[in-house]
């Protein structure tokens, strides 16, 4: 007897069924951990400030907000040379309004949830809210 062929057989159907789950699977995993992403690397601009706001503590010199909220710019506090830094993710702004001698604030705004980011030079630690 001889059976003409056509179609898929049940066990190839759940394979490729299978296998566009855990390609489906990997992709959500990359998109949906991207705000994470990006505040990490906030955080780490944030970080990055903290030897130079230290450094106007010392001096006894207030901060300056900066120039341009997302852009940065402007010396961080009068005696400095060195300049707010821009921020990395497009979402994210200095808040000059939150700036006082010795904090300054970035509020990050993602598609999924918002976050501030709170450093204070007195005591060198950044806090993610």
């Known amino acids: ?10 066990i190839e159907m759940l394979l490729v069924i299978a296998i566009i789950g855990i390609l489906a699977g990997a992709v959500y995993a990359m998109i949906g951990n991207s705000s994470d992403a990006k505040t990490k690397s906030a955080l780490s601009t944030m970080k990055s400030i903290m030897p130079y706001a230290q450094e106007c503590q010392f001096k006894e010199d207030d901060l300056n907000a900066p120039d341009d909220n ?26 000059p309004t939150s700036f006082t001698a010795e904090k300054w604030v970035m509020r990050c705004i993602f598609s999924s949830n918002s976050v501030v980011i709170d450093c204070d030079a007195g005591n060198g630690v950044c806090t993610i809210n």
Do not use: Q, V
């Open 1 to 10: 007897m001889f059976f003409d062929k056509r179609g898929f057989t049940l």
């Open 70 to 95: 997302h852009s940065g710019g402007g010396a961080i506090c009068p005696d400095s040379e060195t300049n707010w830094p821009a921020i990395g993710p497009d979402e994210c702004d200095y808040d």
